[in-house]
């Protein structure tokens, strides 16, 4: 690889990024105004004001009505402002207006950082993520994610991930560098001009090794649950549906887990059932990109994931279980460079922890 070029455009928004994490934009109520009124905006107006008439009031009533003061040292630090930069005022009333500030960051369980970098131009940042570590904030996690972390450690305020992994999955990402990359990049995932491909390793062998099959069924996603749900092809045709989520999965081997190379038991998450016997390497290719798709398609041919704290079933402790990482990694993106127009191959290094060519370096449990 070249050296590594740090080239960016600059560009200001009302309140910079504190230490990677952009401020908040929120849309205020109109104190004044009726429900039909705030509906009929442009865009639509929240209505519920918390019994507030000021700015101040409102933000502490609907956000911190147990500590005012975190409130008011936002005010007293200037970190309130409007969409062109000016300071509100604690007492500015409640008209509807937009207003920047920062929000009150969680207390966050420690996550791996090492985030080598496998590709980089003047557009875009490849990074290999490390299990366990979110792509974005999202939930519990603000500052311990990657996109906050590459942020401070790459020195640029403009960074923006094109796609995800979630959490529990390591390997290949891709983040762009300036404002004019997003665009390309975005259109080339949206358009599905990238091919990627994932290793899995998972419990059992309903393909025998040198065998694939292609997989289509109908992924929803619901707000506040956990799981997808998931129909058969057949079962989508009957309803007048049409399959969403399409993979193509190859078994690259199957072989026995060496005794001892895990514990009997989970010490940090005691209900995460820790594979034996005979299990399979996959290779999977995600033709689409539905949520979940892949580890949703593996229990669906009976074979979920190895350290899935989601498939088959919701675990009752979903803790990180370091002695067994999901069992999943984005092992390469491939694409035509949409600024460039180079053939580019990005490839993470990185080893699951029950592939057939790392268990032999694996320490054995007594």
Request: contains cysteine; glycine residues 4%; negative net charge.
């Amino acid at each position: 690889m070249s050296a590594r070029r740090i080239t960016r455009h600059d560009k200001n928004p009302p309140l910079p990024q504190r230490a990677g994490i952009d401020p908040v934009a929120l849309l205020l109520p109109h104190a004044g105004e009726s429900p039909e009124q705030a509906a009929a905006a442009q865009p639509p107006r929240p209505t519920d004001t918390f019994g507030a008439s000021c700015v101040f009031d409102y933000l502490v009533n609907r956000f911190y009505p147990h500590d005012a003061a975190i409130i008011r040292a936002r005010f007293n630090a200037r970190e309130v402002r409007d969409s062109t930069g000016a300071d509100i005022a604690p007492e500015a009333p409640l008209v509807g207006q937009k207003i920047w500030y920062y929000r009150e960051l969680p207390t966050e369980r420690a996550v791996p950082f090492d985030m080598p970098v496998l590709y980089e131009d003047e557009w875009v940042l490849a990074v290999d993520k490390p299990h366990f570590l979110p792509t974005t904030p999202n939930g519990s996690f603000v500052a311990h994610t990657a996109l906050t972390q590459l942020r401070v450690r790459e020195e640029n305020p403009l960074l923006i991930p094109i796609h995800r992994l979630d959490r529990p999955t390591a390997g290949v990402v891709l983040f762009a560098k300036t404002v004019e990359a997003r665009a390309p990049f975005q259109l080339m995932f949206q358009n599905r001009l990238v091919s990627k491909t994932y290793e899995a390793v998972a419990a059992g062998q309903p393909l025998a090794p040198g065998e694939s099959i292609e997989l289509r069924t109908r992924i929803e996603k619901e707000h506040g649950k956990l799981q997808v749900s998931q129909t058969s092809a057949q079962e989508t045709a009957a309803a007048g549906q049409v399959a969403n989520a399409h993979s193509r999965i190859a078994c690259l081997a199957t072989y026995e887990l060496p005794t001892g190379v895990l514990p009997a038991t989970s010490a940090a998450n005691p209900a995460l059932p820790l594979p034996t016997g005979v299990l399979s390497h996959y290779l999977l290719e995600p033709i689409t990109g539905k949520t979940h798709q892949l580890r949703a398609h593996l229990w669906a041919l009976g074979t979920p994931i190895a350290g899935d704290v989601l498939y088959p079933q919701v675990l009752p402790v979903a803790d990180d279980e370091p002695e067994l990482p999901l069992q999943l990694l984005a092992r390469t993106v491939s694409f035509t460079h949409p600024i460039t127009g180079e053939d580019t191959l990005i490839t993470s290094k990185r080893q699951l922890l029950l592939a057939p060519e790392n268990l032999a370096t694996r320490t054995i449990h007594s």
